[in-house]
């Protein structure tokens, strides 16, 4: 529709912008909403780090237990329950400065020692083996045990470990007879000679080490004593872990390896191998004997009838 001089708008009418009342809540928060917020929220970060940081942790009672557990299973025959030690064999651990520097005694325990040290002006000249089966939190634990043996008691009380003495003379022919199995353990323990040669025993296994300088190796009579009360080593101590040596087996075998302390390691035959390679021989022997001949082919057949 027209009209003279203007003219009406086709299509839906625009209609202008609505303003909102100045008081409207999108455009008027209050200034302290959006800080309140992030503060609340920081606030349950924080929590949350401290809650799952608190469930990871051991518990110190736990760890102390931990640790005292390994320190009597794995260091307290050499060492001492006290960490005294034994004097011209095994070097001290309480109050020891060595024992202070958390990464070398981890080292020590993972990867073993062996040589010449000196603790607090004492010179020790012997070998520690490695703990490879211990896990990192066992490490852990263990280190912090032995870190704390100097540390005074918290109840006030005071304790004093002495080394105990060097061990009575015992009789070196049955501790011959022990090593080599014809006296039995009283326990039931396997006989040395199932893995070790030492000085006059030659024809035994080769699975561990000759033991005719072990009384060296381990500081004297007094050190191999204290080490065969709880072997520290992992093959060892599956052997005689139910089957403990008896008192007057560990003074005998004492006294056998003192007595053939300074001779030369002996060299014999590995009767293990050795029967090993003679079954192996007899089978194939047998299998030679049994085994049926060249079978013949149908065309051989043929040929032998002509």
């Known amino acids: 529709m027209r009209a003279e001089g203007w003219a009406l708008p086709v299509g839906p009418a625009v209609r202008p912008p609505r303003r909102l009342a100045s008081g409207s809540r999108r455009h008027q928060a209050e200034p302290g909403n959006h800080a309140s917020r992030d503060r609340r929220r920081l606030q349950l970060s924080l929590l949350t780090i401290v809650i799952v940081l608190g469930t990871q ?11 005292r557990a390994l320190y009597e299973e794995n260091c307290q025959s050499c060492h001492q329950p006290g960490g005294t030690g034994v004097e011209g064999a095994f070097p001290p651990l309480a109050d020891n400065p060595n024992v202070d520097d958390t990464a070398h005694v981890e080292d020590v325990v993972r990867n073993g020692l062996s040589g010449p040290i000196e603790v607090n002006g004492v010179a020790f000249d012997g070998v520690m083996p490695a703990f490879p089966q211990l896990s990192d939190t066992q490490i852990a634990a263990l280190t912090a045990y032995v870190q704390a043996l100097g540390a005074p008691p918290t109840d006030g009380s005071t304790t004093t470990t002495t080394a105990p003495p060097g061990p009575v003379a015992g009789d070196a022919a049955n501790g011959e007879s022990l090593f080599d199995g014809t006296t039995p353990l009283a326990a039931g323990g396997t006989a040395c000679v199932a893995c070790h040669v030492a000085g006059p025993v030659t024809q035994g296994g080769s699975l561990g080490p000759d033991l005719t ?34 008192e007057a087996e560990i003074t005998d075998l004492t006294a056998f390896f003192s007595e053939n302390q300074g001779a030369a390691p002996q060299t014999g035959p590995d009767w293990l191998v050795l029967g090993g390679l003679t079954g192996l021989v007899v089978l194939l022997a047998v299998v030679a004997v049994l085994a049926p001949g060249k079978r013949l082919t149908y065309a051989d057949r043929l040929r032998r009838r002509r």
């Open 57 to 67: 942790l051991p518990a110190p009672a736990q760890t102390e237990e931990e640790g």
């Open 213 to 246: 300088d072990v009384v060296d190796r381990l500081g004297g009579p007094a050190g191999l004593s204290a080490w065969l009360v709880s072997p520290a080593t992992p093959n060892m101590q599956s052997q005689f872990a139910g089957s403990p040596l008896t």
